[in-house]
């Protein structure tokens, strides 16, 4: 098994070894993973925050020893918690990484950072507070930064900051936590699901009060919450029809 470690800002994870290939998520400054299977150009790989699986381009990150990734598994998570940050590395260039990226490796990788950090899990209602600094980010299908982020990638990188982990995508986030039987049993911080047509999951989004939901449609935006769903008072329809609401922390 081989190892790999992300030494860029932000880096494309995609469905298959191509280019042209969707976009199924994005690799983050500092996140680490497992190697499981390598081509010319391209890598397959899972990460170690929530297993998620898919393809990287070789130039893209940096081989790491499995003692190494094993120290960093272990080691107590480190988030850079403004905005934009920048790190530096051995010959003083400047790298800008996002909201969210993971600074335990910076000593392994021979780079610096003097900017704000979290690394203490944090009280459930400072969820509402970093859900706020995503607000107006555009949709990217696959995004987890403020400069594009899907609806999952949303409510993941929220908990995530506040040292909760939750997986990748919104169907196998709604397997997580305890489910809530209506509305008024929730708590801002609480996610709601949503279906399709199908019974698939394939929206979510963090409950706040008042009846109001964040959630990442066209942007991250706030709408009105009922029994119904997401109501969008500037169409006046509902967009999202309501599956289920989950208590995860």
Known sequence: MQYGICHLSIVPLRFES???SELISQILYGEFFKVLEQRKKWSRIRLDFDNYEGWIDNKQF????????????NAKPIYASDLIEYIKDDQDQLYTIPMGSS???????NH??????????QAKSQLITTAFTYLNAPYLWGG???FGIDCSG???MVYKINGYAILRDASQQATQGEALSFIEESEPGDLAFFDNSEGDIVHVGIIMKD????HAHGK??????????IYNAEKGIHSHKLRVIKKII
Not at 62 to 73: N, P
């Open 18 to 20: 191509s280019d042209k």
């Open 154 to 156: 949303f409510t993941q």
């Open 112 to 121: 610096s950072h003097d900017g704000n950090v979290i690394t203490l899990k």
């Open 144 to 146: 987890k930064t403020p």
């Open 220 to 229: 991250v935006r706030i709408d009105r919450l009922d029994h119904s769903g």
């Open 103 to 109: 600074l335990q490796g910076l000593k392994l990788l």
């Open 211 to 214: 009846n109001h939901i964040i």
């Open 62 to 73: 940096q081989f790491i020893s499995e003692s190494d990734y094993k120290s960093l598994k």
